[in-house]
């Protein structure tokens, strides 16, 4: 059963850090991209970070540039994206989603939810003081 599981949420105060982690099951991460998309309160699901493995092409939208950082170790099956200098406006639900078919993160924008065959069941972060 294929399954990708993400935790390390939480509150945090703004500037302050967190890692999130994408754990997948039921397949390797061999030839998969992954991306992390948020959601918040009445907004779309946005993407704000790719990976791809064939290259470790990165991706990352504008929003989050220069204070996150996504990487990966498929031995472990899993995906992480570090968070630093959080801000208020970073507060949603985050989501991992794996891409199939040697989908590379050159194709990546923050619309590519749909471009996405697996996901996990999300994780809250909220950044207040």
């Known amino acids: 059963q294929v399954q990708l599981v993400e935790s390390g949420g939480g509150l945090v105060q703004p500037g302050g850090s967190l890692r999130l982690s994408c754990a997948a099951s039921?397949?390797?991460?061999?030839?998969?991209?992954i991306g992390w998309f948020r959601q918040a309160p009445g907004k779309e699901r946005e993407g704000i970070t790719c990976?791809?493995?064939?290259?470790?092409?990165?991706y990352y939208a504008h929003s989050v540039k220069g204070r996150f950082t996504i990487s990966r170790d498929n031995a472990k099956g899993t995906v992480y994206l570090q968070m630093n200098s959080l801000k208020p406006e970073d507060t949603a639900v985050y989501y991992c989603?794996?891409?199939?078919?040697?989908?590379?993160?050159?194709?990546?924008?923050?619309?590519?939810?749909?471009?996405?065959?697996?996901w996990g069941q999300g994780t809250q972060v909220t950044v207040s003081s």
């Open positions: 990976i791809s493995d064939v290259d470790r092409f990165t």
């Open positions: 039921g397949f390797t991460l061999d030839d998969v991209a």
């Open positions: 989603g794996a891409a199939l078919g040697y989908y590379h993160c050159s194709e990546f924008t923050p619309r590519s939810a749909n471009e996405f065959d697996y």
